[in-house]
């Protein structure tokens, strides 16, 4: 497996930003789609954002214009800026890695997750 350590998560309050990141400790990063999601209590995981290794995104409809993922490859860092944030954004939100490669579909990969909270 790969290792994903996430940071920048916290409370915020309606309308702030906050920015989270993913850091994998392999190579493989480069040749990896990476995405962002997250559950809330009593929600399943949903997905947020994903940014596939060559560079196309794709976001949830309730995040589009608020949330931009983006990618370093030579630091092996994902990012999710949040933007307009909104109470109903509060939750877990994890990391995932999954590799191009279906012959190396066993280093699909999730991070510990980081708590976001949106309240006044």
């Known amino acids: 497996q790969v290792q994903l350590e996430e940071s920048g998560g916290g409370l915020v309050q309606p309308g702030g930003s906050l920015r989270l990141s993913c850091a994998a400790s392999?190579?493989?990063?480069?040749?990896?789609?990476m995405g962002w999601y997250r559950q809330a209590p009593g929600k399943q995981r949903e997905l947020v954002a994903v940014?596939?290794?060559?560079?196309?995104?794709n976001y949830a409809d309730s995040v589009k214009g608020r949330f931009t993922i983006s990618r370093h490859n030579d630091k092996g860092t994902v990012y999710l800026q949040m933007n307009s944030l909104k109470p109903a954004d509060t939750a877990v939100y994890y990391c995932?890695?999954?590799?191009?490669?279906?012959?190396?579909?066993?280093?699909?990969?999730w991070g510990q997750g980081t708590q976001v909270t949106v309240s006044s």
């Open positions: 392999r190579s493989i990063f480069s040749r990896s789609s």
């Open positions: 940014i596939q290794s060559g560079g196309n995104t």
């Open positions: 995932n890695l999954r590799p191009d490669n279906p012959d190396m579909t066993k280093l699909a990969s």
